[in-house]
């Protein structure tokens, strides 16, 4: 069951045909079944964009909105009950439930669409659909507008424009309601157990997905489908990898496991990752440079707020990290140039984060008419900065070799400053140090 109420879809449906023009019509298709292996199915997941306006979970569906249609200006093609199909595949909404349940104005069977579709298209100067992200949709999109051309002679009317849908959906996208924020709360907290249960679990002599097990364990447990993204479980020099996924490595006594991991509930993503010591304890060199991105990450929560833009945080992180290497000595020469030169990107080779939402890396652009972003209440990201010293650097000394250490919140601008979602699960030394004892001592 949805946990974004029926009104709100409404209302997103209202907002983006407002944005439409005059006698234009936008078409989205449903997320195709994705074939993992031979006749295997992967678990199914609802296209973002098909979801945020329609909050419809089934396959095989396309929406057409169609501002001003007197009969209508929501019309949804998907399945038709099918008793047979439903006692292998499950029950489906079919088109009662398509207007009891998804409040469509109009429904009729997907089957129907190519004697149904056309008609509805004709006439309207312009058709607004998600070109490019979908070819074999856009040819069945085209077969349809050629089937209007064929008829021009007779009086048809075909579409003169077409425009990507993205720009409109993807702006709205990017401000989150309060129902939203609600359920990206509650992935953010059943993930913060996960990663608390992941620590509490580590030790010296399993492996990478032993953590990994713990974390599907309270995904599941909490109510999450799937993860939102695959799970990163990165032990020793693994940690050095940024999209780490073999996951199956020793833990060893000494080194650091990174987990980058995060739930998805509702279509909506979380997106956490912690560092820690295998065995519980930071060496010197591990606690120097976990408490120099812990720093950088302090710097970029300070810069996320109304009327900052979007990459004073990231500067933030950079400007931090530099003099903390600086002062390390893994970084030589005068900070500003340093700087200027970007010379962090030996060690920290990412941004600061991304915007989060429906989609892990979510939708939304970074810069309006050339300049950053800037900040607005209910915009969601993450803040994650890193540093990572590769095994084999042989231009620093061999203490600080191997060591990855990441360290990711997630974030909601609010009217103040921001909101961290996942304030509850440990960030500081001292902080993780005593929840791994703890677990210990419960163990013995």
Not at 414 to 424: K, N, P, S, V
Request: glycine share 8%.
């Amino acid at each position: 069951m949805s946990h974004i109420p029926k009104a709100e879809y409404t209302r997103r449906r209202k907002a983006l045909m407002a944005q439409m023009v005059p006698n234009s019509i936008a078409i989205l298709p449903a997320a195709a079944v994705a074939i993992r292996n031979r006749d295997v199915e992967h678990v199914y997941r609802q296209d973002s964009d098909f979801q945020y306006i329609s909050g419809f979970p089934e396959p095989e569906a396309v929406i057409a909105l169609i501002p001003g249609r007197e009969h209508g200006e929501y019309v949804l093609f998907c399945r038709e009950r099918n008793a047979e199909r439903e006692q292998w595949e499950g029950l489906r909404a079919g088109q009662e439930g398509a207007v009891r349940d998804y409040a469509a104005d109009d429904a009729f069977p997907i089957t129907d669409i190519d004697e149904i579709l056309p008609g509805l298209i004709e006439g309207r100067e312009r058709v607004y659909s998600a070109m490019g992200s979908n070819p074999e949709f856009d040819r069945r999109l085209m077969d349809w507008i050629n089937v209007i051309r064929s008829k021009a002679r007779l009086g048809a009317q075909p579409p003169n424009e077409f425009v990507a849908l993205d720009h409109l959906l993807h702006d709205m996208r990017l401000y989150k309601s309060a129902a939203e924020v609600k359920v990206m709360r509650e992935a953010a907290a059943i993930s913060v157990r996960a990663h608390v249960r992941a620590m509490q679990a580590s030790r010296a002599g399993l492996r990478e997905y032993s953590l990994e097990a713990e974390l599907d364990y309270e995904f599941r447990k909490g109510g999450a489908k799937m993860p939102a993204y695959g799970s990163i479980v990165a032990a020793g020099r693994n940690a050095c990898i940024l999209h780490y996924q073999q996951n199956d490595a020793l833990l060893k006594d000494g080194d650091l496991v990174l987990i980058d991991a995060g739930c998805e509930i509702d279509c909506y993503a979380s997106d956490i990752t912690r560092t820690f010591p295998v065995s519980g304890r930071f060496s010197p060199e591990q606690k120097a440079i976990y408490e120099l991105v812990l720093k950088a990450q302090e710097a970029a929560f300070e810069q996320i707020a109304p009327g900052k833009h979007w990459n004073h945080a990231h500067e933030a992180t950079v400007r931090v990290i530099t003099e903390g290497l600086v002062e390390l000595g893994l970084l030589k020469g005068e900070v500003q140039t340093l700087i200027d030169n970007e010379a962090h990107r030996a060690f920290y080779m990412h941004r600061a984060g991304h915007w989060l939402g429906m989609d892990v890396h979510d939708v939304g652009d970074y810069k309006v008419g050339g300049e950053w972003r800037v900040l607005e209440p209910g915009m969601a990201l993450t803040v994650e900065p890193g540093i990572y010293i590769a095994a084999d650097d042989q231009s620093v000394a061999k203490k600080w070799r191997g060591i990855g250490i990441r360290i990711e919140d997630d974030v909601v601008v609010t009217r103040q400053g921001c909101e961290i979602l996942t304030a509850g699960l440990p960030r500081t030394v001292a902080e993780i140090e005593a929840l791994m004892a703890a677990a210990r001592s419960d163990a013995a």
